[in-house]
C-alpha cells in the first residue's frame, strides 16, 4: 500500500517536472504497440469516415463529418484512457479485477431483463448522466480476463486439481457466459473459447478443457441439429410465419434461439432466401471484397458501403478490403498479428504470473475478436455481432479495448520498469516479487 | 511457453485462413459477386424523350406535348416520422390550409382528416393530386411541409407528359391522336392515329438511357454512363389553320343543319398537293353533336356522279368520243343502255345532249353510254384509264392505314359489261374522297398529277431535317386537249349544270362536279335511302389555286340528299372565304412587302408586260392564257406571268397597276376613277370580286 502511494507522488512530480520531455516519458510500455494502436485508430479514422455515408443521409442530411467527428472524439478519448490505465500499477487491477467481476454479475443480469434492446439482442444498457448505451458484456469480458489472470495467477500450484485449481476457474467463466448467452450466444461462445485458450495457457489440465468442451459442444449440436431439421422440413412461408407467431408469443429466449438457428441455418445452407437480412449482409461484404480487387478501388471509392447496413461497425473489414484491396486487408491482419507477438512478449518478459496472464489474456482476447470478426466478414463464420477492435466505429466497445490495450501497456511499462534496476525495487513490493517469481518458475 | 506459441500460431494459421478465404471470394467468384453488386447497386433508367410538335404550316402549334404531374405522398417517410411525427404533426395543419387554399377544391377540414387518415394507416402512396400542371406544381413545392424535401415530407412526384391539341377539333383527326393505353398484358401501350401515328417514330425520339447508383439518399447518376435523350422532331404540316377552320365550320353548319351522318371537306393547294385543310366530321350517336371520329377522306365508298370524269376523260382519250359529241339520254330518264337499264336522278333538259352536256347535268344514261362506247368491246381497257387516273391505289397521302379501293372485275363478259356501265356514272367501285380530289386537281393543273401530302418538312428544334417537296404521280393523265374539254365542261357544271343554281353570283369562276350516290356498304342497302352528296372541284377556274372536295353522307330518309344540295354549297363557302383571303391577298401582301427584288407584283395590260419580259430577256412562266390583264409576281425567284380576272359588272383588282392601266381597266368597264397620291395602285375603294354599278365611282390610292 506505501508502495502504491509512493508510486503516485513520483508520477506527480514527474508530471510537474518534465512533460517537456514529451511522451517519451510518459507513454511508456511497449512502443510498438502503441505504434499498433495508433496505426489502427488512423485506419479507423480513414474506413469509418468512408462507410457512415449512408448513415449521415439518414440522420444528418449527408453532413459525413459528424461521423468523422464522432470517430475523432472517441479515439481521443480513448487515447485518454489508455494513457491513465497504462500509468496504473497493474497490480491494482488484481484488486480492482474481483470488485469488477463481482459487479459484472449483477449488471449483466440486468442488462439481460431490463436492457435496451438493440438488433433483436438485450445487449445493452443506458449509462445514467452521459446517456450512452454500453454492452455490458464488454465490461464483464474485460472483467472476467482480469479475475482469470488473477485466479491462474493465484492457482498455480494447484491447477491440475479438479477441485481446488479448476472448478474455482471455471465457474465465474460458466456463470458470465451463461449470462451473456441469451442475448448475445456469439460473444459469449467467443469469450468461452478465449478463456479456454487462456486456461489452456495457464496450464489447466487439458482434460478437464475437453470435459468443458464437450460440454459447451452440446448445446451447439442441438442448434445445428435444429438447423438442419427446419432447413429440410419448412418451406420459408410457413417458417417465417410460425416463427413470427412465436416471437410475438412469447419473445424474449424462444425469439433468440429462432434467431440463432436461422443464423446457423444460413450459414449452412447459403443464401436460399435472399431477402434475408444477415444473408443480404454476407453477400454485400462479399461483393465489396470482390470489387476490391488486389489494391482496391481507393480511399472513400466503395460503393458497397451505401448497401451494407453495418459498413461502419462489424463489416468495415469488407469496406477497408474494397478501398485498399487484399494488401489493405493482409495489412489489418498483419497489424494485430503483430499487436499479438509484442505483447507475447511482454508476457514472457514479465516475471510475475499475474501480469503475463493479464497481458496474454487480453491481447489473445483482442486477437480473437479481430479474427472472429474477419472471419465473419470473409462468411468463415456465422455472423455474429463482434466489432473489429478499434477499427469499428466508436461506441463502449472501442473505449473498452482502449482499456484493455492500456492495462497491458501497463504490465509492459512496468516489466520496463523492471528491468531497470534502480526502478525495480522502488515499483513492487518485495513480497509480491517473491511469490510471482515462484510461480512463474513453475510454469 | 509451447503452450502460449501454439495458440499464437493457431491464431495466425486462422489470419492466412481469411486472407485465402478474401482471396478465393475475390478471385474464383470474383465476376459472381461483382455483377450481383452492379446489378443491386444500378439500375438504368430511361430518360424520357419529349415527343414532337406538330405545327401547322404557318407554325401554330397543333399538337403539342406539356408535361404533367402526378404527386403522391408516402406517410411513412423517415423524416415525417422522426421522433412520434413530430414534422407530420407540426405541419400538416398549414399543409392542408394551403391545399385547400390553391386547388379549393377541399377544404382544409377534408383534407386533415384525409391525411391523418393516410397517416394512420401508414400508407406509402397516397394519391395527393394527380394531372396536376407545371404552374400547380411549382406551387405546390412552396407548399408547407413539401418544401422540405423529399426526405421529410415524403412527397413524390410523377412527371409524365400530356398531349394538347391547342385547336381543340381542328383536322383533329388527320393531325391524330397519340393516347397512353394499358393493354391485356398490363403495359402501357400507345394508340395513336393519323399523323401522330403516320410521324409516330419521328415524333417520339429516342429515349436516353441514365445509369443510377442507389445509395440512402436517393439515386446519383453514374458519370459517363449516360445516353441523352433524343427529343422527337417536329412536324411541320401543310396545314393552315384558317383555312381548315373556314372548311371545318362550313362543313360543321351544313351537317347540323341537315343532320347528316358524316361529312369530310379537303381543300388541296394545286400546284403541289398540299393538303390545307382536311375536315372530318362524324355525328356522335348519342346526341347531335359532331366529331372527327374518324378519317372520311380516307374512308372509300362508291362515289355516284363525280367519277363521270373519269369516263370523260378515258373516252375523250381514248378517241372514241370527240367534244360535242351527241348522246342521246331521252326525256323518261330511264334508257336500256346496253345490257343494263338505266335510270336518271331527273329529265334532262334536252333528250339528245353533248358529252359535255352529260356530264354538266349528270346524266347517268350518257356516261353510261359514253362509257359502253369506249370500252364495251374490251371493259378491261378501262382498267388502264382508271389505274393512269390512280383510282385503282390507294391514295399516296402521308398517312399510315389508307384503306384500298375497290374495283369490280371488268373481264370480257356480260358481268364485265355491266360494270363498266355502272362503272362509268360512279358505282361498282369503291374510292376515298381524297383519290377523287387528286384526280379533279390533276385536271385543275392541266393534267400533271400531283401526290396529296399534309408534312411539309420535320425539324429537329427548328432546323429543317428533312424537306417535302410536291411529288409529280403522273407526268399527264391524259392529253393536253382532253385535259382542256375536261376543265371546259367542269365549268360547264357551274355554269349551265348541275351546280348552277349554288354557285350562282360568285365573283371568281368555280369548276366542278357534283356527285349523288346510293349508299351500299355495310349494313346500308341501296333500299335504305341514304346517300352519299359530293362536290369535287377547283377554283378560279382560269387559274386553278385550290382543288376542293365535299363529302357528305345522310341519314337514312334525310329530305335533302343531292351532291348539288349537300355539298355544293360547303364547297361555294369554302371556296368563296379561301379565295378572298387567300387568292386575292396573296397579291397585295407580296407587293407591300416588296423591298427586295426577289419579290414583287406588278399588275397591268398583258400585253405591255409581255413586251417588256421579252425585251429585257427575261424568261417567265407564261400562265396568261388569252386574258388581256395580267400580273406579274416572282415565285421561286421566276416572275409568273398570270392573267387577271376581269368579268362585267365584277370589281377586278387593280393593285399594282400603274395609274394608265388601272384608270384604262376601270372606265372601259364603266366606272369613275377617282386618284389619290402618286406611284402604283396600293388600295381600291370597290374591293375586288364586289359587283358594281355602271357610273360608280371609284377611288385609287396610289403609293
Known amino acids: 500500500m506505501a508502495a502504491t502511494a509512493e508510486i503516485g507522488s513520483e508520477e506527480k512530480a514527474a508530471k510537474v517536472s518534465s512533460w517537456k520531455g514529451g511522451l517519451d516519458q510518459h507513454a511508456r510500455g511497449d512502443k510498438v504497440i502503441w505504434a499498433l494502436v495508433v496505426l489502427l485508430t488512423l485506419v479507423s479514422l480513414l474506413a469509418v469516415y468512408s462507410a457512415t455515408g449512408s448513415l449521415a443521409y439518414k440522420k444528418y442530411k449527408g453532413n459525413t463529418e459528424v461521423y468523422l467527428f464522432k470517430q475523432v472524439v472517441f479515439i481521443l478519448l480513448g487515447f485518454a484512457i489508455v494513457y491513465f490505465a497504462h500509468r496504473v500499477n497493474y497490480t491494482i487491477y488484481s484488486k480492482v479485477a474481483r470488485i469488477l467481476f463481482i459487479l459484472s454479475i449483477p449488471l449483466l443480469a440486468y442488462t439481460l431483463f431490463f436492457g435496451v434492446k438493440m438488433n433483436e439482442g438485450s445487449r445493452w444498457i443506458r449509462v445514467p448522466f452521459i446517456n450512452m448505451t454500453m454492452q455490458t458484456s464488454d465490461l464483464a469480458k474485460l472483467a472476467l480476463f482480469m479475475y482469470l489472470a488473477r485466479l491462474l495467477s493465484r492457482k498455480q500450484q494447484v491447477i491440475k486439481s479438479f477441485k481446488k485449481g479448476f472448478l474455482p476457474v471455471i465457474i465465474p467463466i460458466g456463470i458470465t457466459c451463461l449470462l451473456i448467452a441469451p442475448a448475445n450466444l456469439s460473444t459469449a461462445l467467443l469469450l468461452g473459447a478465449s478463456c479456454m485458450m487462456l486456461l489452456f495457457i495457464g496450464r489447466v489440465s487439458v482434460k478437464h478443457l475437453l470435459l468443458v468442451a464437450g460440454l459447451a459442444l452440446v448445446p451447439i449440436m442441438m442448434l445445428v441439429m435444429a438447423a438442419v431439421v427446419r432447413h429440410n422440413s419448412g418451406k420459408d412461408v410457413d417458417t417465417t410465419e410460425t416463427t413470427q407467431a412465436v416471437k410475438k408469443a412469447t419473445g424474449g429466449l424462444t425469439t433468440r434461439v429462432d434467431t440463432w438457428i436461422g443464423r446457423v441455418e444460413n450459414f449452412m445452407y447459403g443464401g436460399k432466401e435472399a431477402d434475408n437480412d444477415e444473408m443480404y449482409q454476407v453477400n454485400q461484404a462479399k461483393i465489396a471484397i470482390a470489387k476490391g480487387g488486389f489494391v482496391g478501388v481507393g480511399p472513400g471509392n466503395s460503393t458497397t458501403r451505401d448497401y451494407l447496413p453495418q459498413a461502419y461497425n462489424d463489416f468495415i473489414f469488407a469496406i477497408i478490403i474494397e478501398e485498399y484491396g487484399l494488401i489493405g486487408g493482409a495489412f489489418i491482419l498483419f497489424i494485430y498479428i503483430v499487436f499479438l507477438y509484442r505483447c507475447i512478449r511482454v508476457f514472457k518478459r514479465c516475471p510475475f504470473a499475474f501480469g503475463a496472464f493479464l497481458a496474454l489474456g487480453l491481447s489473445f482476447t483482442l486477437a480473437i475478436q479481430a479474427v472472429a470478426n474477419m472471419a465473419v466478414t470473409v462468411n468463415l463464420f456465422p455472423v455474429t455481432g463482434v466489432t473489429l477492435p478499434l477499427v469499428s466505429m466508436g461506441g463502449s466497445s472501442f473505449l473498452f479495448t482502449c482499456l484493455a490495450i492500456g492495462i497491458i501497456l501497463s504490465v509492459s511499462r512496468n516489466v520496463e520498469n523492471l528491468e531497470r534496476p534502480q526502478l525495480a525495487a522502488e515499483e513492487v513490493s518485495e513480497e509480491v516479487v517473491e511469490v510471482e517469481i515462484a510461480e512463474k518458475t513453475n510454469a | ?703
Open chain 2, 1 to 703: 511457453m509451447w503452450r502460449v506459441y501454439l495458440c499464437f500460431i493457431g491464431i495466425v494459421l486462422l489470419c492466412l485462413l481469411v486472407l485465402g478465404r478474401a482471396t478465393v471470394i475475390q478471385r474464383v467468384q470474383g465476376e459472381h459477386w461483382r455483377s450481383m453488386g452492379d446489378s443491386m447497386h444500378q439500375k438504368i433508367v430511361e430518360i424520357n424523350a419529349d415527343r414532337g410538335t406538330i405545327f401547322s404550316e404557318d407554325g401554330q402549334m397543333l399538337s403539342t406535348s406539356l408535361p404533367q404531374f402526378d404527386i403522391y405522398m408516402d406517410f411513412m417517410a423517415e423524416g415525417l416520422r422522426l421522433k412520434d411525427g413530430k414534422v407530420y404533426r407540426e405541419y400538416i395543419d398549414s399543409f392542408a390550409v394551403a391545399m385547400a387554399d390553391y386547388f379549393k377544391d377541399k377544404t382544409a377540414r377534408q383534407y386533415r382528416k384525409e391525411f391523418d387518415e393516410a397517416y394512420k394507416k401508414g400508407s406509402r402512396y397516397y394519391a395527393l393530386k394527380k394531372k396536376i400542371s407545371f404552374e400547380d406544381f411549382k406551387a405546390l413545392r412552396e407548399f408547407p411541409l413539401v418544401r422540405m424535401g423529399k426526405n421529410k415530407s415524403g412527397i413524390i412526384v410523377e412527371e409524365s407528359s400530356k398531349r394538347i391539341a391547342p385547336f381543340g377539333l381542328l383536322a383533329n383527326r388527320t393531325i391524330g391522336l397519340s393516347r397512353a393505353y394499358v393493354n391485356s398484358e398490363g403495359k402501357i401501350k400507345k394508340m395513336n392515329v393519323g399523323l401522330e401515328m403516320s410521324y409516330d417514330s419521328l415524333l417520339n425520339g429516342q429515349n436516353g438511357q441514365r445509369v443510377v447508383r442507389y445509395i440512402s439518399g436517393g439515386a446519383v447518376p453514374v458519370e459517363g454512363f449516360q445516353v441523352e435523350p433524343e427529343d422527337g422532331k417536329d412536324v411541320y404540316t401543310t396545314l393552315d389553320v384558317n383555312m381548315q377552320d373556314i372548311a371545318e365550320t362550313a362543313l360543321l353548319r351544313m351537317l347540323q343543319s341537315t343532320h347528316a351522318e358524316y361529312g369530310t371537306a379537303i381543300l388541296m393547294e394545286t400546284k403541289t398537293g398540299k393538303i390545307k385543310a382536311i375536315a372530318n366530321l362524324g355525328r356522335n350517336p348519342n346526341d347531335t353533336t359532331y366529331w372527327e371520329n374518324d378519317n372520311y377522306a380516307l374512308r372509300v365508298t362508291e362515289p355516284g356522279s363525280t367519277i363521270k370524269i373519269a369516263t370523260y376523260l378515258a373516252a375523250l382519250d381514248k378517241g372514241t368520243s370527240k367534244p360535242g359529241d351527241l348522246f342521246e339520254v331521252g326525256s323518261a330518264a330511264r334508257m336500256q343502255v346496253g345490257p343494263r337499264i338505266i335510270s336518271d336522278a331527273h329529265a334532262m333538259p334536252r333528250p339528245v345532249m353533248t358529252i359535255e352536256e352529260c356530264v354538266a347535268h349528270s346524266s347517268n344514261i350518257g356516261m353510261g353510254k359514253v362509257g359502253m362506247k369506249a370500252f364495251g368491246k374490251d371493259p378491261e381497257e378501262f382498267k388502264q384509264y382508271l389505274a393512269k387516273y390512280h383510282l385503282d391505289k390507294k391514295s399516296t397521302i402521308d398517312l399510315s392505314g389508307v384503306p384500298p379501293p375497290g374495283i369490280a372485275p371488268l373481264k370480257k363478259d356480260h358481268g364485265g359489261l355491266m360494270n363498266l356501265i355502272t362503272m362509268s356514272f360512279g358505282y361498282a367501285i369503291r374510292v376515298s374522297p381524297m383519290q377523287l380530289l387528286t384526280l379533279y386537281n390533276a385536271i385543275a393543273n392541266n393534267g400533271e398529277m400531283v401526290s396529296p401530302y399534309l408534312v411539309n418538312s420535320i425539324r429537329n428544334k427548328g432546323v429543317i431535317v428533312k424537306q417535302m417537296e410536291p411529288r409529280v404521280l403522273e407526268e399527264a393523265i391524259a392529253k393536253p386537249a382532253t385535259i382542256k374539254a375536261a376543265q371546259k365542261s367542269l365549268e360547264l357544271v357551274v355554269t349551265e349544270g348541275s351546280g348552277k343554281k349554288v354557285f350562282e353570283g360568285v365573283p371568281f369562276q368555280i369548276a366542278g362536279k357534283t356527285g349523288t350516290a346510293h349508299v351500299a356498304d355495310g349494313n346500308t342497302k341501296y333500299g335504305h335511302g341514304v346517300y352519299q352528296a359530293s362536290f369535287a372541284g377547283y377554283f378560279p377556274a382560269e387559274n386553278p389555286q385550290y382543288s376542293c372536295i365535299v363529302t357528305i353522307r345522310t341519314r337514312a330518309g334525310a329530305g335533302m340528299y343531292y351532291g348539288g344540295q349537300l355539298a355544293a354549297p360547303v364547297f361555294r363557302e369554302i371556296a368563296t372565304k379561301v379565295y378572298s383571303m387567300y387568292v386575292e391577298r396573296k397579291t397585295p401582301k407580296s407587293y407591300e412587302g416588296a423591298r427586295d427584288s426577289t419579290s414583287y407584283f406588278y399588275a397591268g395590260s398583258a400585253k405591255a408586260i409581255k413586251n417588256v419580259l421579252a425585251l429585257l430577256d427575261i424568261p417567265f412562266v407564261d400562265s396568261l392564257a388569252s386574258s388581256r390583264w395580267a400580273t406579274m409576281y416572282a415565285k421561286k425567284y421566276k416572275p409568273v406571268v398570270t392573267g387577271s380576272v376581269v368579268r362585267n359588272s365584277v370589281m377586278p383588282s387593280v393593285k399594282g397597276m400603274g395609274l394608265r392601266d388601272a384608270i384604262r381597266l376601270l372606265e372601259q368597264m364603266g366606272l369613275r376613277v377617282k386618284v389619290q397620291g402618286s406611284g402604283k395602285v396600293q388600295g381600291q375603294s370597290i374591293a375586288p370580286g364586289t359587283s358594281f354599278a355602271k357610273g360608280q365611282a371609284v377611288t385609287l390610292n396610289l403609293a
